[in-house]
């Protein structure tokens, strides 16, 4: 199922190619922009995968991670596309970090949920431990990105956003 850049050129298998006609064809069926529908069906299958998956990209071998941002004036299609990727692709069940774009410290919060601490004899002291270990987030609204990542509090969300992408550890 993958498809490799090279240039502007896509050179993909027989069973990607078809993949992509049927992204496309969808796309077209729901009066979506089909560049659209790609990236977010790519942003939607990269947070289904097991963070046990890795790819080597010549660098060192990291996490499947995929950023896109569909961008227009309101009415412009991108909620369509986003609603036709679902279609598409729906989530299994798992238990995903449904992640809203706040601060770098929100995004690694969806990540856990609180538990009695094992060491607090008492068993009223809790403790933020990691749940889940895929996230989806969506913004529907690109000003609220750019608008947090020039506040004090989304000082870390570029940091957060870079270290996953790079598959460091939060």
Known sequence: HFAIVLGRRFVVGRRAAGQLQKIRQMARARRASPDAVLHA??????????????IDGGIRPATLCWY???YGPSGSGKGNAENTAEELAPFP????????ISTGQGIIAAYLDPETDPEDEDGKKKIMVQKRTRGYALATEGNVLDAMAKTNAGGTLNTVLCSGWMSERQ
Do not use: E, F, N, Q
């Open 93 to 100: 069940a798992v238990d995903y970090a449904h992640i809203d």
């Open 41 to 54: 069906v790519l942003a939607r299958t990269a947070a289904m995968a097991d963070p046990t998956v890795r």
């Open 68 to 70: 896109c941002g569909l």
